[in-house]
């Protein structure tokens, strides 16, 4: 039903930037919420920000809050992700992923729509 692409990933040093972006297909992106989710290397997949159909509400984990901030723009179809002062241990392939839920879900076993993720790496 949605076909998500993210993009924006790279390389960064420590206490930098990066804004992803997460481009979805349809034009049903307004019945959707959206999450971000991140996987290291032998890590299970962790709950990173989460964002109301509406762009009204949003959920952070802990080790993000105050450090990252997710927004969407649903005349574009395009939810963002802006990690500010990174750190090593935010290396890790970061997911989009979409739920026609009306609640702001935080479990990846909620989503039922991923997109292929896109590499993060921050050195120290």
């Known amino acids: 039903q949605v076909q998500l692409v993210e993009s924006g990933g790279g390389l960064v040093q420590a206490g930098g930037s990066l804004r992803l972006s997460c481009a979805a297909s349809?034009?049903?992106?307004?019945?959707?919420?959206m999450g971000w989710f991140r996987q290291a290397p032998g890590k299970e997949r962790e709950f990173v920000a989460a964002i109301s159909r509406s762009g009204g509400r949003t959920r952070y984990a802990d080790s993000v809050k105050g450090r990252f901030n997710m927004s969407r723009d649903n005349a574009k179809n395009t939810v963002y992700l802006q990690m500010n002062s990174l750190k090593p241990e935010d290396t890790a392939v970061y997911y989009c992923?979409?739920?026609?839920?009306?609640?702001?879900?935080?479990?990846?076993?909620?989503?039922?729509?991923w997109g292929q993720g896109t590499q993060v790496t921050v050195s120290s």
């Open positions: 349809g034009r049903t992106f307004g019945n959707y919420v």
């Open positions: 992923a979409a739920d026609d839920s009306w609640l702001v879900l935080t479990s990846q076993r909620e989503y039922d729509y």
